[in-house]
């Protein structure tokens, strides 16, 4: 396990030190834990309520979750914007309810009959730019309530088609047994991508219908999971990436002068820096990380502010 740097918190048999700034934590998550389970666990490790995730993990799925410790909860919402990498398994030849193993299997056809030259184009028409419906079992809100608990109400909501990039979706390996087809494969795509509805997809262009048995996230921007631990590590010795080493390996950086810094924490604009829109991490002299800026309208204003 790497060894922290300043501003960490560690502990050992389970007890935690706080710090005042926070981190993030980058979880290796377990199957049949959903994200919050995983969330409640770290609040525990590090004494505090103020924990939040980026990007939600299915129960079924594994992998690297990002979680986020005091103000280093306020970086999230801009962490969830970044691309990230899975490995999975798609079964195509069966339906479920919920487009995964979870769910119960709504109806079976044959995928005996598809050609690897059919599967690889299909798979290919899924790439770039793209329009996917959420799952109907998804925590899409809808009217104030997640689509998934209308579903198990069963009221399962209309869902609109979204835009997402699949960056890539490669084909590594096909098992056929009888009339399924397990595709191994790993996705690169943006947030907001569902792979189950990837699964879906790929088995209705082919006519057979599909859903997805395996998930594992091996990548959050720049958080891999060869840098994630276990739960149980973390119970063992608990560590956070210090909130201005996370942000440094997450955005762009600019560095502020001491007047810089002191109109920023105070919520001030300053002029557009040369990184264009999108969050930017502003740091004081001495390396104090003040805020994350986005240029807009020639100025650069703050997205969130950290220094006191």
């Known amino acids: 396990m790497t060894s922290g740097g300043p501003g960490e918190s560690r502990a050992a ?18 199957p049949h834990l959903t994200s919050h389970d995983v969330v409640g666990r770290i609040r525990r490790l590090a004494g ?30 801009h962490l969830a914007l970044t691309e990230k990498e899975y490995s999975a398994t798609m079964r195509l ?12 299997t709504v109806a079976e056809t044959s995928a005996a009959g598809v050609t690897d030259a059919a599967l690889h184009a299909a798979a290919a028409a899924l790439t770039g730019e793209i329009r996917q419906v959420p799952p109907g079992f998804s925590a899409v809100k809808v009217g104030g309530k997640r689509a998934y608990r209308l579903a198990r109400e069963g009221a399962a909501p209309q869902l609109a088609a979204r835009t997402v990039i699949v960056r890539a979706l490669d084909i590594l390996a096909v098992h056929r047994s009888g009339g399924l087809l397990d595709v191994d494969v790993t996705v690169t795509c943006s947030s907001g991508t569902y792979i189950r509805a990837l699964a879906r997809d790929l088995g209705a262009a082919l006519g057979v219908g599909g859903h997805l048995t395996a998930l594992r996230r091996t990548r959050v921007g720049p958080y891999e ?9 973390l119970a063992a010795a608990f560590y956070m990436i210090p909130l201005a080493d996370a ?5 762009p950086r600019r560095d502020l002068t001491a007047e810089e810094a002191r ?3 105070h919520g001030g604009r300053l002029s557009a820096g040369a990184a264009g829109p999108g969050p930017v991490a502003a740091f004081g002299p ?5 805020a994350l800026l986005t240029d807009e309208a020639g100025q650069a204003r703050p997205l969130a502010v950290f220094a006191p």
């Not at 706080?18 to 979880?27: E, P």
């Not at 999971?225 to 590590?233: E, H, K, N, V």
């Not at 942000?247 to 955005?251: I, N, P, V």
């Open 48 to 77: 505090t309520r103020r924990v939040g995730h980026a990007g939600t993990l299915d129960p079924m799925a594994t992998g690297v979750l990002v979680i986020g410790v005091d103000k280093a909860t306020r970086l999230l919402g």
């Open 286 to 290: 001495g390396g104090v990380l003040i």
């Open 247 to 251: 942000a440094a390996a997450a955005f």
């Open 93 to 104: 030849g069966q339906v479920t309810d919920t487009d995964d193993a979870d769910g119960e």
């Open 263 to 265: 109109l920023v924490a």
């Open 13 to 30: 048999g389970g007890s935690s030190r706080r710090v005042s700034t926070g981190g993030l934590v980058i979880v290796d998550k377990p």
């Open 225 to 233: 999971i060869g840098s994630a631990c276990t739960l149980d590590q």
